[in-house]
């Protein structure tokens, strides 16, 4: 499969209307083929270095850089009022950084493993595993290491239900720390040099590119098995899912990603 084929599903987000997509009328669709393929060879903006599974649109509204920033989240249901911080990483730092955050929750945790490969149930389905110990999973995703950093129709979250606290491991490769007291997660970012930035951007907050492939689908159901989540272990959990989150008002710009929704009607 060429490296062109890979990047086929394409994300068009309003920021004013979260969740929304902004009609085909982009730097995407105005590029050729070429200087589309050279577009994604691209890997690294300054210091910063991309993982396989995400790329920006050519106009770089949002350029690709490392740090974290809080919002607050309203659950739609409870209407609870959820602290959050919200980070990007280099390559290099992002895996490790990852992990070390995920121990911070407990030697017990619950796992949501999320994907967006198949078009069925709306694009989009999450797994539950309860109660797995914290060495297991670990060695685990080390297992699984290429697949959660590249396949961008992937993504894992882990958590804490008794404090409760949720990490989550998403599909554009953002790491994202909902529940409190949050001071021992960003000290662990900025230990990892992510550094604090209430103004920093995402890709989530612009036209983006999601690559993945029949390989990386097949290595996501080994990691289900590995899980143990060859059932139907739905996630029916109301709270801290990564998708039922409505904004703040206070908060800055419509960050909501549409990460229920990316996979909607796509190949991924």
């Avoid at 070429?34 to 949002?62: C, G, N, W």
């Avoid at 689908?217 to 990691?223: I, N």
Wanted: hydrophobic content about 30%.
């Amino acid at each position: 499969m060429s490296y062109l084929n890979r990047f086929f599903h394409e994300v068009f987000e309003n920021p004013n209307q979260p969740g929304g997509k902004l009609p085909i009328t982009n730097s995407l669709e105005s590029a050729s083929d070429a200087q589309l393929a050279e577009h994604l060879k691209i890997d690294q903006y300054d210091s910063f270095q991309l993982t396989d599974a995400v790329r920006p649109a050519m106009d770089l509204k949002v350029k690709p850089c490392q740090g974290y920033r809080h919002d607050t989240y309203i659950d739609e249901e409870s209407q609870t009022k959820v602290p959050v911080v919200m980070a990007a990483a280099s390559r290099e730092e992002l895996f490790p950084l990852f992990l070390k955050l995920i121990q911070k929750l407990g030697p017990y945790v619950d796992v949501v493993l999320e994907s967006s490969h198949s078009s069925v149930e709306g694009g989009h389905i999450d797994l539950y595993r309860e109660q797995i110990d914290m060495s297991v999973l670990t060695s685990i995703l080390w297992d699984f290491e290429d697949l959660l950093l590249n396949d961008g129709c992937t993504g894992i979250a882990v958590l804490n239900p008794n404090t409760p606290q949720e990490i989550q491991f998403e599909e554009h490769k953002l790491l994202i720390v909902y529940g409190s007291p949050l001071e021992a997660y960003e000290f662990i970012l900025e230990q990892h040099g992510v550094p604090e930035d209430q103004n920093v951007k995402f890709i989530t907050e612009a036209e983006h590119i999601h690559s993945s492939s029949e390989e990386y689908a097949q290595r996501f159901y080994e990691l289900r098995t590995a899980l143990g989540l060859d059932g139907n272990q739905e996630d029916t959990r109301g709270q801290y899912d990564g998708q039922d989150y409505s904004q703040d008002n206070d908060s800055s710009d419509g960050w909501k990603d549409s990460y229920g929704e990316d996979g909607a009607g796509g190949v991924c």
